[in-house]
């Protein structure tokens, strides 16, 4: 006979709970939503785990596509720029694929967290546990991606051995902040996607029109140079104030460098000013996520 | 663990499992049909009002410790959403309710299960999301694998199951938890007539253990053996409380007024 579980003894979920008609304010929730991820953090654990084993285990090359996937982008854009528009960038396979990795993580890590709640439809109908725990394992898992897409970089370095230098250590520096900014976007991202299901669609295209508005297949030197962008200074400010410039910047300046130099240390600042931005983005995007979150189960 | 209360509306006396003080749940009906952006943008300018719908309105009872309540009424009459709010899944739109005590709803038959990973991660997971630790859902690994009757398939990735290795898997899972407060929806048609009398003796053994149950059910011989008290759902009111046998007793006489309310009607349009 199967014996019983006490779930009294040491269980994370806490005993009582008193349920009301109340619209609790933004601190409250945002007190909730830090309270929620920590005490469910074995289980956001576990989902990353899951994620993890599930990704490249139905593909014939498996996880193999965390390292072909970026190769093959960057010899797309390297074909496209550099053959097809002829532009002279020294390096230029290595200055586009340290814009191509955090970008991938990035965008994996929003779409994956667009549907983190979604797709657990049957599961939050059923029991009840904080919602907040999928989109910050959706995010969390994304990390494991990057981390694997270094092993092509490494690679690629191979080719380019002067550009190698001890600024390398620096990637997780850059790395931290992009992720807490990840993480504000994926939990406002996840909320809403419950009550309008083709944000999905609108994210794809927003997030490309990104990508070439960010300096990733260009340097902001580029855009400073040009007459353009001389003459109207008010738009190339904006294009700077985008935190994918700070966080592009930031890898290229430690993996590649500068065209004529070797790398250097990233803008400590500019990444200081834009990890405190990503925090107040955390802070807002778990008050919408958890302001939501009572819905979620009637909705889905 | 506990979580601190607000002021009441509610009187706190510590004999009570579960009190609810004027339950009411309201579904919009702008959000729960699946919508895209386009239609909302409809919904936007539209003049058509769009009537809130309440599932439940003006529910209240209480649990005493140790007791066992039988919820009964026809299809539709709010009974899934009251076990819903009873477990924290739904939170009530009106009124309060307080749960002393851990609740386990056997609503959770599979619910979450990744068809990719293999039974023994899909018990991990499922403990993870119950809030058990990691050394008691070890601990109980081998007993929920038994009792499922899964043998070497435990390895293999969920989708390779049959429904019945599912439902079967969800079951163990579900019951492998001693739960204060015993929430359970229609869940004893599992699997084939073999599994069923091993998961009815089983959910016999939970009801004997536990310290409260909520008990939704079609079957009225559950509710007259196994309740101390019955309530009558209809249209998400409570219309009777009481005697089990009583309660069963209306709502029959209930039920089989409205059929032949539905007769007569059928019958003077046939006409």
Same mark, same amino acid.
């Given at each position: ?41 074995r ?48 390096d ?25 709640v ?11 546990f ?18 694997f ?5 490494v ?37 809403v996607?419950?009550?309008?299901r ?5 994210l ?5 029109l990104?990508?070439?508005?960010s300096?990733g ?26 935190p994918f ?49 009572p ?6 | ?27 919009s ?9 386009? &239609? ?21 009872f209480?649990?005493?410790?140790g ?15 009251l ?7 739904i ?15 056997l ?8 068809s ?69 929806d ?8 073999d599994?069923r ?10 009801v004997?253990?536990a ?12 509710v007259?053996?196994y ?7 209809? &249209? ?5 409380e ?16 409205r ?9 003077t349009?046939?006409?």
């Amino acid at each position: 006979m199967l014996p019983f579980a006490a779930m009294s003894t040491t269980s994370e979920v806490p005993a009582e709970f008193r349920h009301a008609a109340t619209r609790p304010g933004p601190f409250t929730l945002l007190g909730e939503a830090l309270a929620d991820i920590f005490s469910r953090r074995r289980l956001v654990g576990y989902l990353v785990r899951a994620d993890i084993k599930k990704k490249g285990a139905d593909t014939f090359l498996g996880n193999l596509w965390w390292v072909l996937d970026p190769l093959l982008q960057m010899v797309v854009y390297v074909v496209f720029v550099s053959l097809i528009f002829d532009r002279a960038t020294p390096d230029y396979p290595l200055f586009v694929l340290a814009a191509i990795l955090p970008w991938k993580w990035f965008t994996s890590s929003v779409n994956d967290a667009t549907t983190s709640v979604t797709s657990q439809g049957s599961l939050i109908r059923q029991i009840q546990f904080p919602k907040i725990v999928l989109p910050m394992a959706a995010t969390s898992a994304a990390v494991v991606g990057f981390v694997f897409s270094l092993i092509p970089l490494v690679a690629i370095m191979l080719f380019f051995p002067h550009r190698f230098s001890p600024y390398l250590l620096l990637i997780p520096v850059v790395a931290v902040v992009q992720f807490l900014f990840t993480l504000g976007v994926g939990f406002i991202v996840a909320g809403v996607n419950v009550f309008f299901r083709d944000l999905g669609n609108v994210l794809r295209h927003f997030l490309r029109l990104w990508f070439y508005l960010s300096p990733g297949l260009y340097s902001l030197q580029m855009l400073e140079s040009s007459t353009f962008f001389e003459q109207n200074p008010a738009l190339l400010r904006i294009l700077q104030l985008n935190p994918f410039a700070t966080l592009f910047e930031g890898f290229r300046s430690v993996i590649y460098g500068s065209p004529d130099g070797g790398p250097h240390l990233p803008d400590f600042g500019a990444l200081a000013a834009l990890a405190v931005v990503s925090l107040v983005l955390i802070a807002i995007g778990g008050i919408i996520f958890k302001r939501l979150e009572p819905m979620y189960a009637k909705v889905l | 663990m506990s979580v601190a209360l607000q002021a009441p509306p509610l009187k706190r006396t510590g004999a009570h499992a579960i009190d609810a003080v004027d339950l009411g749940v309201q579904y919009s009906l702008r959000f729960t049909k699946k919508t895209t952006l386009r &239609q909302s943008f409809m919904q936007m300018f539209s003049r058509e009002p769009l009537e809130p719908f309440w599932a439940l309105r003006g529910v209240s009872f209480n649990l005493v410790r140790g007791e066992s309540l039988g919820v009964i009424g026809p299809n539709g009459a709010g009974k899934s959403t009251l076990l819903q709010v009873l477990a924290g899944i739904i939170q009530p739109s009106e009124g309060a309710v307080e749960v002393h005590g851990h609740v386990s709803s056997l609503l959770t038959l599979g619910a979450g299960f990744d068809s990719e990973l293999s039974g023994t991660d899909n018990i991990l997971l499922a403990g993870a999301f119950l809030g058990l630790p990691d050394p008691v859902v070890r601990d109980l690994m081998p007993s929920i694998i038994e009792f499922a009757d899964l043998g070497r398939f435990i390895d293999a990735p969920l989708k390779t199951y049959s429904s019945g290795m599912r439902a079967r898997l969800g079951f163990a899972i579900a019951t492998s938890v001693d739960p204060d407060i015993l929430l359970l929806d229609e869940v004893l048609a599992t699997g084939d007539a073999d599994f069923r009398d091993k998961s009815k003796a089983r959910v016999i053994e939970l009801v004997k253990a536990a310290k409260g149950i909520v008990l939704v059910t079609h079957d009225m011989g559950w509710v007259t053996e196994y309740c101390n008290r019955a309530i009558l759902l209809e &249209q998400g009111r409570v219309i009777h409380e009481g005697d089990p046998a009583e309660t069963v007793k209306i709502h029959v006489e209930r039920s089989a007024q409205r059929k032949a309310e539905r007769a007569a009607q059928l019958g003077t349009a046939a006409i």
